[in-house]
């Protein structure tokens, strides 16, 4: 790997810290291996012994947490068809080149559903290519005739091929599925409890699970020890997730105000996923217009009332959804909904973290924490638009090995290689 260093210090920066758990006057921090070893207040520390990282005018933060993504391998998501005239190979190369672009991004740590998770994160943990951390949920079950299913396709392609679903229902069967998900590597899993409008059946204002097979998705979930995220696009799929007590609710389309209270009461977290909405919506589109103004009002809402939103930004294919890009523009939505930008830092962070049971590593500049780290030009507390160029992150270090440094601050640029480690 690039720049693996024992000891580190990045000194002069402006530092915000969305756990609050550092000292206001800290102006830098010491890294040693992959942690954060010491906090630097007023130049406390002796530090000509180290590499030292000068980051006057630049803003240190923890990276950014993902929590609802697909790293496909597709460079082209519509129509679902195409998903089939690419081998499985092929968009597992493409997926690595993917995977490095959400890392450039600022995103250490994503949580995601595609058949190539697994693999990656095997081969970043070997050291072989650059990318996040990769929390892996394998492909997600999904009914009949829903979100798993390819029209006028043949069932055996689409169960070899299909970038993000296994079509599963029945009790003993979703149980057989979970188990060998687990198996397989899976430490997250997903269902679809609604339609994705995938084509023309897979309808969004319908349920296509039972409340008796949620119940048991959940359940076998949680026996298995891992944790469960749903696909609710009605109230109706969001009422039953909240019954079946799931760990996470993906879209959240018609929460109201029962929901809220029972998200608050359970500490369910949501990811409101503003930003894939319109992806899918054409210029001066009305009914998408008001579909968002609510959307955005219910999202202030539930952020007034403390219920816990993360960040997923549901990217999936590189033309619709660049990756990184798409999941910076996700942050602006909250924004545009009216959340002061310092908590959306934290509901990139923080609360992403909180979801994996991670808050004591990832989100927060605390002593102690991965040395998950990113460096931005300017301020973006003060100037959110930073936020929507990649390029404003000059610097990023995941678990203290640093792979981008746009501005050569460390003594190198290792971005200029790609996502193989060189």
Not at 351 to 373: Q, S
Request: negative net charge; charged residues 20%; proline residues 5%.
């Amino acid at each position: 790997m690039y720049n693996e260093l024992s000891r580190m210090a990045i000194v002069n920066c402006n530092m915000i810290d969305p756990s609050k758990r550092t000292p206001t006057d800290s102006t830098g921090i010491i890294i040693e291996k992959n942690l954060i070893a010491d906090l630097i207040i007023d130049n406390s520390i002796e530090i000509e012994q180290m590499q030292t990282i000068d980051a006057s005018g630049l803003c240190l933060l923890p990276g950014f947490i993902d929590c609802h993504l697909h790293i496909t391998g597709l460079a082209q998501g519509y129509p679902p068809a195409l998903w089939l005239s690419q081998t499985k190979e092929e968009r597992q190369v493409r997926s690595i080149r993917q995977a490095w672009e959400l890392l450039m991004s600022g995103f250490t740590t994503v949580i995601d559903i595609s058949n190539n998770g697994h693999v990656l994160k095997d081969m970043i943990s070997r050291g072989e290519i650059y990318g996040p951390r990769i929390i892996p949920c394998l492909r997600g079950l999904a009914a009949p005739g829903g979100a798993g299913y390819i029209p006028n396709a043949k069932q055996s392609e689409i169960e070899k091929l299909h970038p993000w679903a296994i079509t599963c229902n029945g009790t003993d069967n979703l149980i057989t599925e979970i188990r060998q998900l687990k198996n397989d590597g899976a430490e997250f899993i997903k269902f679809w409890i609604s339609g994705a409008g995938m084509h023309d059946q897979d309808d969004e204002s319908k349920v296509q699970y039972s409340q008796s097979e949620i119940n048991t998705i959940v359940g076998e979930t949680h026996r298995c020890g891992l944790k469960i995220q749903a696909h609710c696009t009605c109230s109706s799929a969001v009422k039953m997730a909240i019954e079946g007590e799931v760990d996470f609710i993906i879209h959240g389309f018609g929460m109201d105000h029962a929901s809220k209270e029972s998200l608050i009461k359970k500490g369910i977290a949501w990811a409101p996923t503003c930003e894939i909405e319109s992806t899918f919506s054409k210029p001066g589109d009305k009914q998408f217009d008001e579909f968002i103004t609510h959307h955005y009002q219910t999202i202030l809402e539930f952020y007034n009332s403390s219920c816990p939103i993360v960040l997923g930004s549901d990217t999936f294919a590189d033309d619709r959804t660049p990756f990184g890009k798409f999941g910076l523009r996700e942050m602006l939505n909250f924004i545009d909904a009216g959340i002061p930008v310092e908590d959306v830092i934290k509901i990139a962070t923080v609360n992403g973290a909180k979801l994996l049971g991670l808050e004591n590593l990832l989100g927060t500049l605390a002593i102690g924490a991965t040395a998950d780290l990113i460096l931005m030009n300017g301020r973006p507390d003060k100037d959110p638009s930073l936020l929507n160029d990649p390029d404003n992150i000059v610097f990023v270090m995941r678990e203290g090995i640093v792979v981008k440094d746009s501005l050569g601050l460390s003594g190198g640029c290792p971005n200029q290689f790609g996502p193989l480690c060189i």
